[in-house]
């Protein structure tokens, strides 16, 4: 038998103090006379334990008068003793409540109560809340509980649900890091293969942000130094004044294509501009899957649709380039040809997106179709 429970001081229950016993309910008029009460270490809680102990488990000792006494033990699963464990014992009748902690070895014994009708509640750690059924203690009666087993605790998981647009908002910024070596922007291709779909405002923000990046910038005047050694558009000549006025055209090309069929027509026909990334299954399923981001778009519902977003963004911006290319590349027949060109190069966009661009992306969040 262990020496009993250790409550530090007459006024020291376990960790629970004289005040928050009073705030409980419980009696505390004498502090030498309470750690008699709850003390499992008093002669008076051996001396009950030791005749519990010679009585049997179920045994009920009467007296034929005096105070009453209250023993259990708090185990677990396995049958081991719970120490610690906070119990409360509360006497309906006068609604006075008493507070103690269990001993090492799980027991516990109030001492000097009065008879009544009592509960016992049990909080420890790790375990689920216990309480007893109301159980009946006579004058001058030493009443042995049943030994009570806690069932271990079930965990809470807090499920966080947020709206569509939040979700979106956070793949977006998650998007906006992806740089093609650590430099040029990667911000439309999604390696989430089932993200949120993008939102008017978040479609035009997406664009801005790409399009007036220093590094698209820079992919312009790359593309623009290739024309103009090239001497394409000859009309606009050489020198830094040809060079400009190729960086406006190819840059005015980009500007108007790209939040026509990025950002304008995708929220009037509610498609996402994006690139999907598959990643996943046959080398062919994933070209076929590639080659069609020119002409199949993903919805904002979910559902592969005709690209009309691209489609319709690309003629419109091949038209309205009439307006800045020299005359001699201007007309209806260069307008088409520009389209044909165009839809070729988004086709190739997008093998260059599903075989080579994740190697070389950094900041990547993702890995495609499951």
Do not use: C
């Not at 008493?98 to 009708?117: D, K, R, V």
């Not at 520009?338 to 994740?358: C, L, M, P, S, T």
């Amino acid at each position: 038998m262990r020496e009993g429970l250790e409550l530090g001081s007459p006024t020291d229950f376990g960790g629970i103090s004289e005040k928050e016993m009073h705030l409980a309910g419980a009696t505390v008029q004498d502090p030498q006379q309470t750690a008699r009460r709850v003390a499992i270490g008093s002669e008076a809680g051996e001396a009950l334990f030791a005749q519990s102990a010679q009585q049997g488990p179920s045994s009920q000792s009467q007296a034929a008068e005096g105070p009453s006494s209250i023993l259990g033990a708090v185990l677990d699963a396995d049958g081991a003793g719970v120490p610690g464990a906070r119990i409360t014992l509360t006497n309906t009748d006068a609604s006075q409540h008493h507070i103690l902690a269990s001993g090492e070895n799980g027991q516990f014994a109030f001492t000097n109560l009065p008879p009544g009708i009592y509960v016992v509640t049990i909080d420890a750690k790790d375990f689920a809340p216990y309480t007893s059924a109301e159980f009946t203690v006579s004058n001058g009666q030493v009443f042995e509980l049943p030994n009570i087993q806690l069932s271990i605790a079930t965990q809470r998981q807090m499920v966080v649900v947020r709206p569509t647009e939040v979700i979106a908002q956070m793949q977006m910024k998650a998007q906006e890091k992806q740089r093609l070596v650590g430099v040029l922007p990667n911000f439309y291709t999604s390696y989430v293969w089932n993200a949120a779909p993008l939102n008017t405002k978040q479609k035009f923000s997406l664009k801005t942000r790409d399009i007036f990046d220093p590094g698209y910038l820079l992919g312009v005047g790359v593309a623009t130094g290739i024309e103009q050694a090239n001497n394409s558009f000859a009309e606009y000549g050489q020198g830094a004044v040809g060079y400009g006025k190729r960086f406006a055209a190819g840059y005015a090309d980009r500007l108007i294509g790209g939040f026509l069929s990025q950002a304008v027509f995708p929220s009037m026909l509610h498609q996402d501009p994006r690139y999907f990334y598959q990643g996943s299954g046959s080398v062919k399923s994933r070209l076929v899957h590639a080659l069609s981001w020119a002409v199949i778009a993903r919805s904002d519902g979910g559902h592969s649709r005709p690209n009309y977003s691209y489609l319709l963004g690309d003629l419109t911006a091949g038209a309205l380039s009439n307006v800045y290319y020299p005359s001699a590349n201007r007309g209806v027949g260069l307008v088409f040809t520009n389209f044909a060109i165009g839809v070729a190069g988004q086709a190739a966009d997008g093998v260059f997106r599903e075989f080579i661009a994740k190697h070389l992306t950094r900041n990547v969040t993702g890995k495609g179709k499951p």
